[in-house]
């Protein structure tokens, strides 16, 4: 039997229970561990109050194992010690002349072990590590319109419960005639220097500092309102507008009016989800309104004009030709909804319904056998 690799001995130093972390069972489906990491990990997440960075990071280290087969199977042989990359692997190689920089993009995104495989390349061919700007939460907030609404266009005014930016501080986080200080973490560089185990060995990773968040500095003293995060949780009233024809299930983006994060950050999005009530009368297909009008056996026969209201609201004279059938649709141009490109609007249909009575006096029984034999 081949030699275990490097990274795979020692299997019992710093072992996780990953199912522990996460509060499953080992024969815990994948379905079962999502449910799990997630709800962990809105419990524990460091944006919330009562959040825990540590538990966090720990949360998250255990999905990235047990939600991926082949690691789970790999940690369940070996222990968490299956991705501790040790010995010196990458910590001498030297590739003089040739630019790495460009090499970590590939690896964006993709997680070792709790750690970015982009960063550790970054880390160890340009001694830089990525500088990362903390971004609040985004919102969705439904919103139910009428077809009317939906047809004229409306500023609609929310009630928002959300974590703002302080309005004392304006979201420096220090308190009001009080300064910034260096911060004594960082020294004001707003990085700071650590060494992890990785696939490439020991590296020295260059990380945003998290007592001044990267800025390099922190209050003289702390907001009183805020305690110094640089936001709040509190409630405001804003107004959106909604435009001409929006259409159910659309959605609006507000960039910048969603949760507010510690300091230094940018608030997230707000996204509006619009949800359109029927009609009694109209019934909407895109851009097209249809609205069904029933006539008499003679209006069918010789032919009429109709008044149809439209949805602003204005009668509308229809021509009903002769010898029409039921079922048949009249079509009004630039009478259905504007179109949200604002190009014009759509087409109004109007639906023909021939009234048959169910039940005929006798004259009038006789008049229609003879007006059949007159058709003939």
Known sequence: MPSAPLWLENKNSMSKDYYNILGVDKKATQEDIKKAYHKMAHKYHPDKDGGDEAKFKEVNEAHQVLGDETKRAQYDQFGSAFNQAGGSGAGGFNASGFDFSNMSGGFSGMNFDGVDIGDLFSQAFTGRGRTRTRR??????????????????????????????????????????????????????????????????QIQQTTSCTKCAGSGKVPEKKCSNCGGQGFKKDT?????????????????????????????????????????????????????????????????????????????????????????????????????????NGRGRGSMIVKVKVDIPKRVSRRAKKLLKDLEGELR
Do not use: W
């Not at 609404?149 to 009630?159: A, C, D, V, Y």
């Not at 300091?263 to 895109?286: A, C, E, M, Q, T």
């Open 236 to 340: 405001s009233d804003i107004t959106v507008d909604i435009p001409q024809g929006i259409q159910e299930g659309e959605t609006i983006k507000y960039s910048g009016m969603g949760e507010a994060a510690a300091r230094p950050s940018i608030p997230g999005d707000l996204y509006v989800r619009i949800h359109v009530k029927p009609h009694n009368d109209f019934v909407r297909n895109g851009d097209t309104l249809v609205i069904q009008k029933t006539i008499s056996i003679p209006q069918a026969v010789l032919g009429s004009r109709i008044d149809v209201l439209s949805i602003e609201g204005s009668e509308l004279s229809v021509k009903i030709p002769a010898g029409i059938s039921s079922g048949t649709e009249i079509e009004l141009p630039g009478k259905g909804m504007p179109r949200l």
């Open 136 to 201: 609040g939460a985004d919102i969705t907030v439904d919103v139910t319109l009428s077809l009317k609404e939906s047809f004229e266009g409306i500023k609609k005014r929310l009630t928002l419960t959300k974590p703002s930016i302080c309005k004392e501080c304006e979201g420096s986080g220090a308190e009001k005639g009080t300064e910034q200080t260096t911060c004594p973490n960082c020294s004001g560089s707003g990085q700071v220097k650590h060494t992890v185990n990785s696939i490439l060995g």
